[in-house]
């Protein structure tokens, strides 16, 4: 179990974003766990993502980027079964200790999580210009 520990905090790497003797308890969990995790895995995050309006946004490609924006920010915030598929893919790198913060303070802890992704996904809309191929 401990070898599982070590592996993860290693792999993801190093605390991103300002950590002080401030921060929140949610804050800290944030630059700590969510940051690194979501770093980690923006390529896994932007071939789902891809996935998933291939299959149910058939016409995203040729939205403007405004439209794109909104279809990214709807699709985490309103589709229960995607936005449970995401936080999977990130939790998954929890270790024990992070999985018992995290459910404590779950409902919290999953807004940051998603705005995270959508603000990462948002930021990166010109990689779904040209998927049409």
């Known amino acids: ?10 792999f993801r790497g190093e605390t991103l974003g300002t950590v002080s003797a401030q921060s929140s308890s949610e804050e800290l969990f944030q630059n700590q766990t969510l940051r690194p995790i979501l770093k980690l895995q923006n390529d896994l995050f932007l071939a789902v993502f ?7 946004k058939p016409n995203f490609y040729s939205y403007t980027v405004e439209k794109k924006l909104q279809t990214i920010e709807n699709s985490i915030q309103k ?7 995401l936080k ?3 939790m998954a790198l929890f270790t ?3 999985y ?7 409902s919290s802890l999953n ?11 948002k930021s990166q809309v010109q990689l779904f210009e040209l998927e049409t191929k």
């Open 100 to 106: 018992e913060t995290y459910i404590q303070n779950s």
């Open 111 to 121: 807004k940051r999580m998603m705005n995270l992704l959508i603000e990462r996904l």
């Open 79 to 85: 589709d229960i079964k995607f936005r449970n598929s």
């Open 96 to 98: 024990i200790e992070e």
């Open 1 to 10: 179990m401990e070898e599982r520990e070590t592996f993860l905090k290693e």
């Open 50 to 56: 891809s996935n998933y309006v291939n299959k149910n």
């Open 88 to 90: 999977g893919i990130i």
